[in-house]
């Protein structure tokens, strides 16, 4: 066993990660190098001093050359030895091998993930709190791309390509002078050249690994492969579902890594997923018990050339933002209903992050959403059962008519104190039964419904409070308002059970009150 060398702070800042690639030992291995807890060989401890005495050589010529001390990690991806990146030498010499050795006989993919293979380690590089910021918002990966050999025969073959070079209605001597602009549905304008989008599909294609939590040089090359597949639909004018993840608070996989839903799959926050997505040093421990991601398409399309006009898109993509909300509302909804009367809080979105092949924009956005909860809902594979029977309900149903009050119940969970909650969650109430006029009513609608003993004066308390807020003498407590708020939320969730389970038809009924308060559905088990 050799001596450890001296690891400066700012080497071990920069991850264990690069370590484990470099000496080709596995990540835990590369913590514990970090860590001086584990034996090295003698070529492991040289090759580790190369490494140590690389990053001081650029940290201190950055310095001497009047630039910041974080500067040298824009000089390490230059660092080539006979065309090749000195991580990629250093590993070779450790006897690891690049995952370049795929099978396919397309030429584009077949040099593109060979490319792929000599870059995946300058994605290694942890430089700061933030480091997708540092490969993401730099354009020295434009720079570091074109010393690789294989760069100029991928630009060539993208120039060959029948699909990708539609995207280049430019032509010019040098490759970022081969270009083209694009627009999409949303409104975003981009410009793709040669040069840059070998960069953007690889960046996207680090993001999307890194998102679903299994990191590795193999499968950063797999999905480069299959967002180079998306970017070739997309140029040849086809519609694509582009990965979409969605991150939701309040609730958490316990004993399950992944839950395959109506809607998409499922994760529970990893370490690694926690700290890649939600960005935040603060927020990673504890979010591994409170909070889960969903995995699913957007449709997606792009024009370039001519720009069409927004009425000029496929419906199906004119449709996605919509599609995002309702499945948004029903993971929201199926939640509900499925722990109904065992959590105040609502399992809701906080962050939706969607990856095209050509933006270097980071398009991920957090939402203005509910409080977290210090109880989050602990969901564990004997919940899987009510969960896929909630989901079914909520997909399978005509609910179009009852979709008002959900988003009316959402929009109240954010703010539970305020007069506007209590007025959203009257709205929801009245939306339920169709009460254009009068909540009064729902009272006699409601013994057909509640089969445990419920206080039915809770409706004419709203039916006072609604006058009283509509009128500006509405004066209760932030406290007292929660609580009617809260209230008022689980009586709408369980006439939502009755009517998902006993009624579903009912909820498409303009006279569904008038029905309620004349049969009782629940013991005729009839279909309005």
């Given at each position: 066993?050799?001596?450890?060398?001296?690891?400066?702070?700012?080497?071990k800042?920069m991850?264990h990660?690069?370590?484990?690639y470099?000496?080709n030992?596995?990540e835990?291995?590369g913590r514990?190098?970090?860590?001086?807890k584990l034996?090295?060989?003698?070529?492991?401890?040289?090759?580790l001093?190369q490494?140590?005495?690389?990053?001081?050589?650029?940290?201190?010529?950055a310095v001497?050359?009047?630039?910041?001390?974080?500067s040298?990690?824009?000089?390490?991806?230059?660092v080539?030895?006979?065309?090749r990146?000195v991580f990629?030498?250093?590993?070779?010499?450790?006897?690891?091998?690049?995952a370049?050795?795929?099978?396919?006989?397309?030429?584009l993919?077949?040099?593109?993930?060979?490319?792929?293979?000599?870059?995946?380690?300058?994605?290694?590089?942890?430089?700061?709190?933030?480091?997708h910021?540092?490969?993401?918002?730099?354009g020295?990966?434009?720079?570091?791309?074109e010393?690789?050999?294989?760069?100029?025969?991928?630009?060539?073959?993208?120039?060959?390509?029948?699909?990708?070079s539609?995207?280049f209605?430019?032509?010019g001597k040098?490759?970022?002078?081969?270009?083209g602009?694009?627009?999409?549905?949303?409104?975003?304008?981009?410009?793709?050249?040669?040069?840059?989008l070998?960069?953007s599909?690889?960046?996207?294609?680090?993001?999307?690994?890194?998102?679903?939590?299994?990191?590795?040089a193999d499968?950063?090359?797999?999905?480069?492969?299959e967002?180079l597949?998306?970017?070739r639909?997309?140029?040849d004018?086809e519609?694509?579902?582009?990965?979409?993840?969605?991150?939701f608070?309040?609730?958490?996989l316990t004993?399950?890594?992944?839950?395959?839903?109506k809607?998409?799959s499922?994760?529970?926050?990893t370490?690694?997923?926690?700290?890649?997505?939600?960005?935040?040093?603060?927020l990673?421990?504890?979010r591994?018990n409170?909070?889960?991601?969903?995995?699913?398409?957007?449709?997606?399309?792009?024009?370039f050339?001519?720009?069409?006009?927004d009425?000029?898109?496929?419906?199906?993509?004119?449709?996605?933002?919509?599609?995002?909300q309702t499945?948004?509302?029903?993971?929201?909804l199926?939640?509900?209903l499925?722990?109904?009367?065992?959590?105040?809080?609502?399992v809701?979105?906080?962050w939706?992050w969607?990856?095209?092949?050509f933006?270097?924009?980071n398009?991920r956005?957090?939402?203005?959403t509910?409080?977290?909860?210090?109880?989050?809902v602990?969901?564990g594979?004997?919940?899987?059962?009510d969960?896929?029977r909630?989901?079914?309900?909520?997909?399978?149903?005509d609910s179009s008519?009852i979709?008002?009050?959900?988003?009316?119940?959402?929009?109240?969970?954010?703010?539970?104190?305020?007069?506007?909650?209590?007025?959203?969650?009257i709205?929801?109430?009245?939306?339920i039964?169709?009460a254009?006029?009068?909540i009064?009513p729902?009272?006699?609608?409601?013994?057909?419904?509640?089969?445990q003993e419920?206080?039915?004066?809770?409706?004419?308390?709203?039916?006072?409070?609604?006058?009283a807020?509509?009128?500006?003498?509405?004066?209760?407590?932030?406290?007292?308002?929660?609580?009617k708020?809260?209230?008022c939320?689980?009586?709408?969730?369980?006439?939502?059970?009755?009517?998902?389970?006993h009624?579903?038809?009912?909820?498409t009924?303009?006279d569904?009150?008038?029905?309620?308060?004349?049969?009782d559905?629940?013991?005729s088990?009839e279909n309005p």
């Amino acid at each position: 066993m050799m001596s450890y060398p001296a690891i400066p702070h700012f080497v071990k800042a920069m991850g264990h990660r690069v370590v484990s690639y470099i000496l080709n030992v596995t990540e835990a291995e590369g913590r514990l190098i970090l860590m001086q807890k584990l034996g090295l060989s003698r070529i492991q401890r040289d090759t580790l001093n190369q490494y140590i005495e690389l990053c001081r050589q650029l940290r201190v010529s950055a310095v001497d050359q009047g630039e910041s001390e974080q500067s040298f990690f824009y000089r390490l991806p230059h660092v080539m030895q006979n065309g090749r990146h000195v991580f990629n030498v250093w590993r070779a010499q450790q006897g690891g091998e690049l995952a370049t050795r795929i099978t396919t006989a397309d030429p584009l993919t077949s040099a593109f993930c060979q490319l792929a293979g000599e870059l995946y380690p300058l994605f290694l590089i942890k430089a700061g709190q933030r480091p997708h910021l540092f490969y993401r918002g730099a354009g020295y990966l434009t720079a570091a791309i074109e010393q690789f050999p294989i760069s100029k025969l991928v630009q060539k073959r993208m120039a060959a390509d029948p699909a990708l070079s539609r995207l280049f209605t430019t032509t010019g001597k040098e490759p970022q002078q081969t270009c083209g602009d694009y627009k999409d549905a949303t409104g975003h304008r981009g410009m793709v050249s040669l040069a840059s989008l070998p960069v953007s599909i690889l960046v996207n294609s680090y993001d999307l690994m890194r998102i679903r939590g299994v990191v590795s040089a193999d499968r950063f090359v797999t999905t480069v492969q299959e967002m180079l597949d998306m970017a070739r639909s997309l140029a040849d004018g086809e519609v694509a579902h582009i990965p979409m993840f969605v991150g939701f608070r309040n609730a958490a996989l316990t004993n399950l890594a992944e839950l395959d839903t109506k809607w998409g799959s499922v994760r529970r926050y990893t370490p690694g997923i926690a700290e890649y997505v939600l960005q935040a040093a603060g927020l990673m421990a504890k979010r591994r018990n409170n909070g889960f991601m969903l995995e699913s398409g957007y449709a997606f399309a792009i024009n370039f050339g001519d720009f069409l006009e927004d009425d000029d898109w496929p419906e199906e993509v004119l449709d996605a933002e919509g599609e995002q909300q309702t499945t948004e509302l029903n993971i929201i909804l199926c939640m509900a209903l499925c722990y109904l009367g065992q959590h105040k809080a609502f399992v809701a979105p906080e962050w939706v992050w969607r990856i095209d092949p050509f933006s270097l924009d980071n398009r991920r956005q957090d939402f203005s959403t509910v409080a977290e909860t210090s109880d989050p809902v602990a969901i564990g594979d004997e919940d899987l059962v009510d969960i896929e029977r909630c989901s079914m309900l909520v997909d399978d149903t005509d609910s179009s008519g009852i979709r008002l009050a959900m988003s009316r119940l959402y929009a109240a969970a954010k703010k539970p104190v305020t007069q506007d909650a209590l007025m959203d969650v009257i709205i929801a109430l009245r939306n339920i039964f169709a009460a254009s006029e009068d909540i009064v009513p729902i009272k006699a609608a409601l013994t057909h419904i509640i089969e445990q003993e419920t206080d039915l004066a809770m409706i004419d308390q709203l039916a006072e409070d609604w006058r009283a807020l509509l009128t500006g003498e509405f004066d209760d407590d932030p406290e007292t308002i929660r609580e009617k708020v809260y209230q008022c939320v689980q009586l709408c969730l369980t006439c939502l059970r009755h009517f998902y389970v006993h009624a579903p038809t009912l909820m498409t009924r303009p006279d569904r009150l008038s029905y309620l308060c004349e049969y009782d559905v629940t013991q005729s088990n009839e279909n309005p």
